[in-house]
C-alpha cells in the first residue's frame, strides 16, 4: 500500500484537491435545480413544464428520479438554474442531460431544441426514452429512440402504454468535435402544449481542452454468434429474399451494431463458432480437403462480414472517422481450421499451419494489419465437446494444449509478419499460474474481475511485458445506480488494465419494453419497434462513453500531476476511496491448487471490494467529472 | 452445415442405423467408463446455495481417454455421406435413472442434449437401448433423425450408448454461447 503522506505531499494533487472541493462547494452553494430539485424524493405535482436533470438523475415516467437514483438527488440541485441550463465540455466529447416533458393534462406536446453554431460543427442529438417496466412494476428508462427536432407527440406516450404517464424524458446529446472553436454557444428547448410556450434557455461553454481521440481503456461488448440478429430484426429477416445469413441485411446489421458501439466509444466482439467447433459459415473462410490438401476454398462471406470492418469503411460515416476495429475473433478452434480427429497427428498440424498461414497472407495482402486477431479458446469440458478447457481454465493439466497451440500457431506465421495475430486467454481461477507458465505463449489476457481483484500488480507486470490485458464482467442492471456502469469503467483504469469487457451486451431479453429482466445482458436494443433497420443505444452505454472520455480528459494529466495522484483523488471524489482499496488481499487459500478451493472461497475473498461498491451513489461518477472539469479549466 | 441432403430420411435413417451398428464393435466401452474421472463423479449431484456451479466446475476428463473415444466417433460418423454426428452416452454410476452426454461433435446435432446439462433423466429409448442392446430410431425434434445403438465392453456388457444423428438442414446458426 501507497504511504499516505508521500501521496498527499504532490504539490499538484494539494491544488487538485483545493480545486475539486472548491468546485464542490460551489455547485452546493447554488439553489435546487429548476422546480424539479425542489422536491425531488417525491412525485412532483402534475403540471406543464419543460426541465433539465443531470445524466446521472435518470427519470420515470411520473416527473420523479427513479429508486436507484433518487438518493443522490441533492447532487443534482443547481443544475439548472430557473429556466436557464449551463453544460461545460471539453472538446472531443458530448455534453448529455435528461430534458423532461411534463404536461398537466394528458395531451399533445411538441418539442424543439436547438444550439446555435455557425460553423455546424457542435450537433444536437435528441433521443426518446423507452421507460422499461420490471417484473417489479417499476419503470426505467435505458433504451434511446433517436427523433428528430420538432418532435411531436402526446402524453401519455401512445406506445409506452404507461397509464397516468406524466413525463417523458429525452436524452440531449450535444456532440462537441476535437475541432470545434472554444468559447460560449447559446441555444434553447421550447415546448408547446396546452395553448402555452415553455422555454428552456440553454448555455453551453465549451472548453480549449481536447481529449485524446484514443480512449484510455477499452470497453468491450461481446456477443456469440449473430443468430440473435434474426430474433431481434424479424422484419428484416422476413424483407430478406434467399438465405438471410448470406444476404447484404445481414452484413449491414452486423456492421450497424459494430458502427453503435464504436460511435460510443466502445469496440464490439462476436464470437463464431460453438463449444463443439461448430464454425459458422460468415465467421470463417470456406475449406475444402483434408490433409496435406487442405486449402481455403473461398472468403465470400468472410470478406463480406470482415473485410469493411478491418479496413475501417464501415465507419465511414461515423463522426469518429473511418478506423479498422481494434480486435476480433478468429474462427480458430480445437476442430477449425484441423480437424481434431488429427490431434497429435501430422494432419493436424499440416492442416493447421496451412490455413492459418493462407489466412495470414490474405490478411497481408488486404492491408488487414491494424486489428488484433485473436485466437481463443472458448470450449468448455462441460459441454462436452472437448477434453480440455480453453475457457476459464481450473485444472492445470490442461494448459500443455495452449502450449501446444502456441507453436502451432509461431510456425504457422512469418516471423515478420505484420498482420497483429494474438493468442488471448480468458482466465480465472488458474490465472496466477497462467500469467507464469504461458508467459511468452499468451499475449492477450482477459481477467475476471473477481479474481483479479487479489492480484494487484499483476496488470501492470502483464503490460510491462507487452502482454494485453482487460478484465471481463458484465452490465450493471438498470435497477443498480447511474454510476455502477462508471465503477467498471474506473476500476480498469485504476487497476491499470487496458480494457474492459462485458461478456454479453447484445442480449435484451424476450420483452424488454414491458417484461425487462434488468438488462444485465445488454447495452444495446432492436430499433425495429420503432421503424428503425438498426440497434439503438441506451442510457447506461451513453453514461459509460461519456466516462471513458472524461476518464481519458483525467489520465491526459498524469505527466503534471503524477498517475498516482490522479487515481487517488479520482477514487476519493468516486466513493471516499483510496485506489489500495480497490483491490482485495489475496487470500491464503490462494497458495493452494485452483481445484482445491471452491466458487464460495472466491466470494468471500472478495467481500472488501463488493462492499466498497455495495453503497455507491448515482453521484459517483459525476463528483469525478467535476474535478476533472476544474482540471481542464486550469490546464488550459 | 448449411448443406441441403439429397437424401431421402429413409436413406438417411439407413446409413445411421449402419454406423450404429459399427459403433457396437468399433467403440471401446472399457475405455468408454473411464473418460469421466471420480472427481467430476463425485461432484455431479452435489449441490451449493452458494455455487451454482459447483457440478460444472468441477467437471473433468481423462483426455486421453476422451481422445481416443472421440477420434472413433468422428471416424465413424465419416461413414456417412451428410452431415453427421456420433454421440457418447453414458450412464451415470449409482445413478440408474439418469445418463450423461460423455462427447458431442462438430455439428452440434443432438435430440437430446440439454446446453450445459452435466447429466440428464434417462430417455425412454436410451433406457431401451441400455436394457435390450436393440438399436432405436427417434424422430422426435426439429426434424432431426437418430439412431441410438449400444457400446459394449470387454465382458460383452453394455458400457453406453451412441446417438448416431443427422439433419436434413442443419442449424448453422444457433448461439454459441
Known amino acids: 500500500m501507497k504511504p499516505p503522506d508521500k501521496t498527499t505531499s504532490h504539490p499538484s494533487r494539494r491544488t487538485f484537491l483545493q480545486t475539486a472541493l472548491g468546485a464542490l462547494a460551489a455547485e452546493q452553494a447554488l439553489p435546487a435545480f429548476g422546480e424539479a430539485g425542489q422536491n425531488s424524493n417525491g412525485p412532483q405535482a402534475r403540471e406543464t413544464r419543460l426541465f433539465a436533470l443531470p445524466q446521472f438523475l435518470r427519470p420515470d415516467p411520473f416527473g420523479d428520479i427513479v429508486h436507484a437514483d433518487r438518493n443522490a438527488a441533492a447532487a443534482g440541485n443547481g443544475f439548472q438554474k430557473g429556466h436557464r441550463l449551463s453544460l461545460e465540455c471539453p472538446r472531443g466529447t458530448y455534453a448529455s442531460f435528461h430534458l423532461m416533458v411534463q404536461t398537466a393534462r394528458p395531451g399533445e406536446y411538441t418539442l424543439d431544441l436547438h444550439l446555435n453554431d455557425r460553423s455546424g460543427k457542435i450537433q444536437t442529438d435528441l433521443y426518446r426514452e423507452w421507460f422499461h417496466r420490471l417484473h417489479s412494476g417499476e419503470y426505467y428508462p435505458d433504451a434511446l429512440v433517436p427523433v428528430s427536432a420538432p418532435h411531436r407527440s402526446r402524453l401519455p406516450e401512445p406506445d409506452n402504454k404507461i397509464a397516468n404517464q406524466s413525463t417523458q424524458a429525452f436524452w440531449v446529446d450535444i456532440w462537441v468535435p476535437a475541432d470545434a472553436a472554444p468559447g460560449d454557444y447559446s441555444g434553447r428547448a421550447t415546448l408547446q402544449a396546452e395553448g402555452r410556450r415553455r422555454t428552456l434557455e440553454l448555455h453551453l461553454k465549451v472548453l480549449p481542452a481536447v481529449i485524446p481521440a484514443e480512449d484510455v481503456v477499452t470497453l468491450d461488448h461481446n456477443s456469440y454468434g449473430d443468430s440473435w440478429i434474426a430474433t431481434q430484426f424479424p422484419a428484416c429477416v422476413r424483407a430478406t429474399s434467399g438465405d438471410f445469413y448470406k444476404s447484404d441485411e445481414l452484413f449491414r446489421l452486423i456492421h450497424s451494431y459494430h458502427r453503435i458501439f464504436y460511435e460510443n466509444h466502445g469496440i464490439f466482439h462476436q464470437l463464431g463458432y460453438s463449444h463443439t467447433g461448430r464454425v459458422t459459415p460468415e465467421f470463417a473462410p470456406a475449406l475444402e480437403g483434408e490433409g496435406r490438401k487442405k486449402r481455403i476454398a473461398n472468403w465470400n462471406l468472410y470478406d463480406r462480414h470482415y473485410g469493411p470492418l478491418m479496413d475501417g469503411s464501415a465507419f465511414a460515416h461515423t463522426r469518429r472517422g473511418p478506423k479498422p476495429i481494434p480486435f476480433a475473433y478468429l474462427p480458430i478452434n480445437p476442430e477449425w481450421p484441423a480437424s481434431w480427429l488429427w490431434w497429435g497427428q501430422p494432419g493436424y498440424e499440416a492442416e493447421f499451419t496451412r490455413i492459418v498461414g493462407e489466412m495470414e497472407q490474405h490478411f497481408r495482402r488486404n492491408g488487414w494489419t491494424q486489428t488484433h486477431l485473436e485466437m481463443f479458446f472458448n470450449h468448455k469440458k462441460r459441454y462436452k465437446g472437448f477434453s480440455w478447457d480453453g475457457d476459464e481454465v481450473r485444472f492445470p493439466k490442461d494448459l500443455r494444449y495452449f502450449h501446444d497451440y502456441g507453436r502451432l500457431l509461431k510456425k504457422a506465421l512469418p516471423a515478420d509478419t505484420p498482420v497483429r495475430f494474438v493468442f488471448r486467454a480468458d482466465v480465472s481461477w488458474d490465472m496466477q499460474q497462467q500469467f507464469r507458465n504461458l508467459n511468452g505463449v499468451v499475449n492477450m489476457w482477459t481477467c475476471s474481475g473477481g479474481l483479479l481483484s487479489w492480484h494487484k500488480g499483476a496488470p501492470k507486470m502483464l503490460r510491462e511485458r507487452g502482454d494485453i490485458v482487460w478484465y471481463y464482467g458484465g452490465p450493471p442492471r438498470v435497477t443498480q445506480p447511474s454510476s455502477a456502469i462508471t465503477e467498471m469503467v474506473l476500476r480498469a483504469w485504476v487497476w491499470d488494465t487496458m480494457g474492459f469487457l462485458h461478456w454479453l451486451a447484445v442480449s435484451p431479453g424476450k420483452d424488454p419494453w414491458f417484461n425487462f429482466t434488468g438488462g444485465s445482458t445488454t447495452l444495446v436494443y432492436s430499433g425495429e419497434r420503432f421503424g428503425l433497420r438498426d440497434p439503438i443505444p441506451s442510457v447506461r452505454l451513453k453514461i459509460q462513453r461519456n466516462t471513458v472520455r472524461e476518464l481519458t480528459l483525467l489520465d491526459s494529466f498524469k505527466a503534471r500531476h503524477g498517475l498516482e495522484d490522479l487515481k487517488a483523488e479520482a477514487t476519493k471524489q468516486f466513493n471516499g476511496s483510496m485506489p489500495d482499496q480497490w483491490w482485495d488481499p489475496r487470500p491464503a487459500f490462494a497458495d493452494k491448487p485452483p481445484y482445491d478451493y471452491t466458487n464460495a472461497d472466491l466470494n468471500s475473498a472478495t467481500a472488501r471490494t463488493r462492499k466498497l461498491f455495495s453503497n455507491l451513489d448515482a453521484a459517483a461518477w459525476n463528483r469525478v467529472r467535476q474535478s476533472i472539469m476544474q482540471l481542464a479549466r486550469e490546464n488550459q | ?177
Request: glycine share 6%; charged share 20%; with cysteine.
Open chain 2, 1 to 177: 452445415m448449411t448443406e441441403k441432403m439429397t437424401h431421402t430420411p429413409e436413406q438417411i435413417e439407413q446409413e445411421l442405423d449402419h454406423i450404429a451398428s459399427v459403433a457396437a464393435v468399433m467403440v471401446d466401452g472399457d475405455l468408454c467408463r473411464h473418460i469421466v474421472t471420480p472427481r467430476a463423479l463425485e461432484y455431479m449431484f452435489k449441490s451449493d446455495p452458494h455455487d451454482r456451479f459447483l457440478a460444472g466446475d468441477n467437471y473433468d476428463v481423462n483426455d486421453a481417454q476422451f481422445n481416443s473415444a472421440k477420434n472413433t466417433l468422428i471416424r465413424l460418423s465419416r461413414l456417412a455421406p451428410f452431415a453427421c454426428d456420433v454421440n457418447l452416452w453414458m450412464p451415470v454410476p449409482g445413478h440408474p435413472d439418469k445418463i450423461q452426454a460423455v462427447i458431442r461433435n462438430v455439428h452440434d446435432l443432438s435430440q437430446f442434449y440439454v446446453f450445459a446439462a452435466i447429466y440428464q433423466d434417462l430417455f425412454p429409448p436410451m433406457r431401451t437401448v441400455l436394457e435390450t442392446g436393440k438399436r432405436v430410431t427417434v424422430r422426435q425434434h426439429r426434424g432431426m433423425i437418430s439412431v441410438l445403438g449400444p457400446v459394449y465392453d470387454s465382458l460383452g456388457d453394455i458400457a453406453g450408448l451412441v446417438e448416431v444423428a443427422a439433419q436434413p438442414s442443419s442449424p448453422a446458426h444457433e448461439g454459441h454461447m
